[in-house]
């Protein structure tokens, strides 16, 4: 590419972020692959400190996702360690020993086990990431350390993001207060290239590492697991989150102590997934597409879900075309129970078909006007069940072709 | 769309294409969507012609393909009415009224019963076929109908097609010459507005119908069934193969007297499946991918059509990228068996990676070369097993988007 690329005409400011008790933060410049720009970030995080994450479903992952998913069960975090630049992806044993190298050195930094230490890595595949710049960084990067860096963090991880990611919310756990901070990045649903999806949150709570995992778990399942920019699955996706315990709540695992704080994490995780999709390679349009009247939840998301990865439906949206033809074909393929003559599709609130056809002497109007905004809805009614689900994509145009079909330089 | 779409840079010229004993065609302007060209195919079939067919798998299928899911397994046919212009998709009662109506006015015409007549029709979706325009033209199609028409009836049925498909070629069956001749259409592996995949293949063999079916499902297997343009999958989707029996030869259903039968009709249906490739929506480029070392056949196909469907890797093909590491990424998303540390990535028959990293030292410059043209052949080495599987696709480019993004007008 010749030069940076715009700013997502979706871009939103980044909330004031909080410091999170027991979470310092420092970022260097290693020049792994980027230079005048910070591309590795080391967080210190509290003794005690639970951990939970979940990963790409992709068989062929990169080697610091076979290394978290090595150390999780131990459920425990002293540091996590992100470069941006090079995802150390298909690189065979080096790779492997990239990772035990960054891993090793920065627990020597920080006092404590390999064990404990969470990695991530993303950028370019197939080339061999050099753990020595990172190794050389560490020092920097320790004298460094600081709570309240989570901007420069957030900044820190961009590949090909045109606008760095947070949210945070608070929540009440037995009458006291937590904090939630979290930072993404990610702008293709992945480009292996550059674009693969990281996410990080913090929150100062104490809470034992598998209730954590629950939560993290099943919030990830209506967030991150419900966008799609172009349907194809990162090599290195990686979601982590650490609670250091330094709250002062007592730790617990009860779901009813816990629904405000699963509330804030939801918002949370939304909050950051909706972000990746608004910073979607070439994204234009932010689309929400709900499913209702399946034969059930996960049929719905795979209705939802074909509908959002069709390239018809998404290249009709980006012509700004309501083209509920091609909504059907896309229910059509999914191959979950539907009957045509049942189906109803609505944009932005109007139903321009229903019961298997057009609705007669629908007014166009308002629909026109929907597609011409930057936030679109759908609404599908597949008329069989109580299923139900949501998921969120944007659009395809020509930005996305200038992003993915040029050389790599 | 402003102005006609220009040719295809793959396109390729008609082949000449003999009459087939046995069938007569006509083609007429019934004013349908288009003017000034024609758009209705007749085709009438002698006496004891065996059909056999193939059809979309999309769940919401248009009221043609319905129809002749009906009559199919009666195994005759006597005639055959194509419309370009409207799908009669998603239209409910009337369009299946629409379908009953046109194959009651081509019984009457052909002097048969409506059990023995077929129909496809391709076009926009969600709006009523007018099947009286087709009902009117059926005077002037009958007075008009002669064995040679071939060429005309491939322009007919065109929509956002750049060029006309045929293909053809001669077997002999227990010592008798006997003919094959086919047409398709078909531009996005469906854009439902307008770029449905239709394909019509006479032959004047003797062959009964269930031997016919055997054919046809196995050859469409191997080609239209392994190539892909968009990943989306049309409501219309039809393949027929009519066989009239005028060659002369004797009957047949033994597979060992059909082996050259069967060859031949492997190469029509394989050259008909290039050309729809070859007009894929804005290709420049018709890509060949090979998957081998699979578990299984069945495994090494869904690997290929992942690969085909990636929009990163197809993006990296238009930008003439040999870009493995997004086919490495495509090869982990397919779900099938695989072992990052034992993949290979071949292209223009040229080892980039191999055992699971890049090949040291590898010449990048045949490559490169081989990425400037217009065929590209990849080839995955998943080193499992004996699994093998080829399919085709184009890149993803520019002119797609501009094909299906602008307002339908």
């Not at 009247?293 to 998404?314: D, T």
């Not at 109007?350 to 759908?378: L, S």
């Not at 609404?379 to 069940?385: A, P, R, S």
């Amino acid at each position: 590419m010749a030069g940076p690329l715009p700013v997502s005409p979706l871009a939103l400011p980044l909330p004031v972020l909080p410091p999170i008790a027991g979470v310092r933060l420092a970022t260097a410049e290693a020049g792994i692959r980027y230079h005048g720009r910070t591309d590795v970030l080391l967080v210190e995080l509290a003794e005690g400190t639970a951990v939970a994450g979940v990963f790409t479903k992709n068989l062929c992952p990169g080697a610091p996702v076979t290394y978290c998913r090595e150390v999780l069960p131990g459920g425990q975090a002293r540091g996590l360690v992100v470069n941006a630049g090079n995802a150390n992806v298909f690189t065979g044993a080096a790779g492997a020993r990239a990772a035990e190298e960054t891993a090793q050195a920065a627990a020597a930094t920080l006092g404590t086990s390999a064990d404990k230490i969470f990695l991530a890595s993303t950028g370019v595949i197939g080339e061999r990431l050099q753990a020595q710049k990172i190794v050389a960084a560490m020092g920097g990067l320790k004298a460094n350390l600081a709570e309240g860096g989570l901007e420069a963090a957030a900044r820190a991880i961009m590949t090909t993001d045109t606008f760095p990611k947070a949210a945070t919310r608070t929540a009440r756990i037995g009458g006291v207060d937590v904090t939630i901070a979290g930072i993404a990045k990610g702008s293709g649903m992945i480009a292996p290239d550059m674009a693969t999806m990281l996410s990080f949150i913090f929150t100062d709570a104490a809470i034992p590492a598998p209730a954590l995992q629950a939560m993290l778990s099943k919030g990830v399942d209506h967030t991150f697991n419900c966008i799609t920019i172009d349907s194809d699955t990162s090599t290195s996706d990686t979601v982590l989150l650490f609670a250091t315990g330094q709250a002062g709540n007592v730790p617990t695992e009860d779901p009813g102590e816990l629904a405000d704080f699963r509330r804030a994490l939801q918002e949370v995780l939304h909050d950051l997934a909706m972000l990746v999709v608004r910073d979607g390679e070439g994204a234009q349009k932010l689309v929400q597409i709900t499913v209702e009247g399946a034969v059930s939840n996960a049929s719905a998301k795979r209705i939802a879900l074909a509908i959002a990865n069709s390239p018809l439906v998404k290249t009709a949206i980006a012509g700004e075309d309501a083209n509920w033809g091609r909504i059907v074909m896309a229910v059509g393929k999914a191959g979950e129970p539907a009957d045509r003559d049942k189906l109803g599709v609505a944009v932005g609130g109007v139903w321009m078909a229903q019961a298997g056809g057009v609705v007669p002497g629908y007014d166009e109007t308002p629909v026109v006007k929907h597609m011409q905004g930057r936030e679109i809805e759908i609404t599908v009614e597949i008329g069989l069940g109580q299923g139900r689900a949501t998921v969120w994509t944007c659009d395809l145009t020509h930005g996305y072709i200038d992003i993915n079909g040029s050389y790599r330089s």
